[in-house]
């Protein structure tokens, strides 16, 4: 079962939060390539979300190469053919842009150091050997 938690208070959008919780879940191995993802109307109905909101996560996850998406059929991880080797730029604007907004909220370089470090522990802990 795919245990995805949306955070309603968020300014983060809950189709964005689904996205980001499924990619995770790609990144550290607990989806692998051919996965099945719960339906539009099973993962709405668990987490209490409109399934249009649950469609727009998942077509987002298809334009990124991550999900196949047929009609009749449930959506499923698509690794093989991920587009993210490439994604080397996007990845260091989004991480400046972290740091950019830490540093204004008055993060010293060494809280920001331990909160990366705190981040990569979490992250490999979790990761699941291929």
Same mark, same amino acid.
């Given at each position: 079962? =795919? *245990? ?8 983060? @959008? ?8 499924? +990619?995770?879940?790609?990144?550290? #191995? ?7 993802? @719960?339906?539009?109307?099973?993962? #709405? ?19 990124? #190469? =991550?999900? /196949? =998406? ?7 991880? +698509?690794? *093989?053919?991920? @587009? ?6 996007? %990845?260091?604007?989004?991480?400046? /842009? ?6 204004? *909220? ?12 705190? %981040? =990569? ?10």
């Amino acid at each position: 079962m =795919l *245990a995805l938690t949306v955070d309603f208070d968020s300014e983060v @959008p809950v189709y964005r939060q689904i996205v980001e919780e499924i +990619r995770g879940l790609i990144a550290r #191995g607990q989806l692998t390539d051919g996965s099945e993802l @719960p339906s539009v109307r099973q993962l #709405g109905a668990r987490i209490g979300i409109n399934q249009n909101t649950v469609a727009r996560a998942y077509r987002l996850l298809s334009d990124e #190469g =991550l999900v /196949d =998406l047929r009609h009749g059929s449930r959506a499923k991880v +698509r690794i *093989a053919d991920a @587009p993210y080797r490439d994604a080397g730029d996007d %990845a260091d604007r989004r991480l400046h /842009d972290v740091i950019s907004r830490w540093v204004l *909220a008055g993060e010293s370089r060494r809280s920001i150091e331990r909160r990366f470090a705190e %981040a =990569l522990d979490r992250f490999f802990a979790a990761q699941v050997t291929r």
